[in-house]
């Protein structure tokens, strides 16, 4: 007698993931409230600054994206020649093509659709909000998409970490090409130091931890004890960092409610393309769904706490690049789920077409 066949166990996100775009556009609400209702909190909280950086952000930032480097298993590298044709359409995608179409699209829509409603000097900021995201692919929430959408996890981790390493060595130079188009004038020490700090810091130290934990007490402690005891760190870390933001931000929002929205679209409209260029051109190439929907996952989200942070330490915290950076925030859940969504429905046509 054979053994009634177990039902196939639904993919569901965490409460956190499921509902970012809720907290966030909490965090919004009562940094709002905050800010319009308490101006002297912004006051105090700019007290503790130096280099035009915020202390407080800044420790919030390093125990956002530090979990992250947790994550990233640098010895998949070696994995790299496995399935080349799914890394060139990551890259390609991620550092030759995804930066130079958030800067078209953005620059069209803040500058040609929507000058009637922006200042040119505020849409010049979102611009380069924009170009911040545009230049960081995603690190972290790639893992939670690849899962949903069925993808190949190891594969997904080599992607991440090859992303990473090129991170350190093509985020600064694009972002100041792109920022220069526009006459953004921005000091390259500057952009140079974000990226050491946001970037090179916690990579490093997110490395050596992860190495010495293993070794003293096992990757199976390390992944199902340790990192998802580190969880509430980022969630409370980004919530918090969010509320910061909208406090300096509050008198902003409040004279230009209509400025989210407006930011919105052209960064809904770059992700939906980067997603149909990357997914597409794997499907094309015939590559197994398992590869062909987290290639174009990575490239579609973005790893918004570095774009957050690089706004921050550039612009300021008042700034209309740190605002774009954080719609980013708010769009990022809701249409990255129905791009899994997308990549479910398709995938016995991209299985029809690997075969």
Request: with cysteine; charged share 10%; glycine share 6%.
């Amino acid at each position: 007698m054979t053994e009634p066949a177990k039902p196939v166990q639904k993919k569901r996100m965490g409460v956190f993931e499921r509902y970012l775009s809720l907290w966030v556009a909490l965090c919004i609400v009562a940094g709002t409230l905050v800010g319009n209702s308490w101006p002297g909190v912004a006051t105090w909280l700019s007290k503790f600054t130096y280099a035009q950086i915020s202390i407080p952000v800044a420790v919030l930032i390093w125990l956002m994206i530090y979990p992250m480097m947790l994550q990233i298993d640098f010895k998949s590298i070696k994995r790299v020649g496995e399935r080349k044709q799914g890394l060139v359409v990551t890259t390609v995608t991620n550092w030759l093509i995804k930066p130079f179409t958030m800067y078209a699209i953005a620059w069209f829509f803040f500058n040609v659709v929507f000058k009637t409603w922006i200042p040119v000097e505020l849409g010049r900021e979102y611009l380069a909000g924009a170009v911040l995201l545009g230049a960081a692919p995603c690190t972290a929430m790639v893992f939670v998409w690849s899962y949903l959408a069925d993808g190949d996890p190891a594969y997904t981790l080599v992607q991440v970490a090859v992303n990473d390493l090129i991170l350190l060595v093509a985020f600064a130079p694009i972002v100041m090409l792109l920022l220069g188009l526009s006459d953004i004038v921005v000091p390259y020490d500057t952009v140079f130091l974000s990226v050491v700090l946001f970037v090179v810091v916690p990579l490093v130290a997110g490395w050596i931890s992860r190495v010495q934990l293993i070794k003293r007490k096992g990757l199976e402690w390390f992944e199902h004890t340790f990192l998802p005891a580190l969880a509430p760190v980022t969630i409370t870390a980004l919530l918090a960092t969010l509320i910061i933001i909208f406090i300096f931000q509050g008198q902003t929002i409040v004279a230009n409610p209509l400025h989210i929205l407006l930011i919105a679209v052209p960064l809904i409209i770059q992700t939906y393309l980067i997603f149909a260029i990357s997914y597409g051109w794997a499907c094309t190439w015939r590559l197994p769904h398992a590869v062909a929907a987290p290639a174009g996952f990575i490239g579609a989200s973005n790893f918004f706490e570095l774009a957050v942070a690089v706004a921050i330490a550039l612009f300021g915290l008042t700034s209309g690049a740190t605002l774009a950076t954080v719609v980013g925030v708010l769009t990022e859940v809701p249409v990255m789920l129905s791009l899994v969504w997308i990549a479910k429905k398709t995938r016995p046509w991209a299985e029809q077409r690997a075969l």
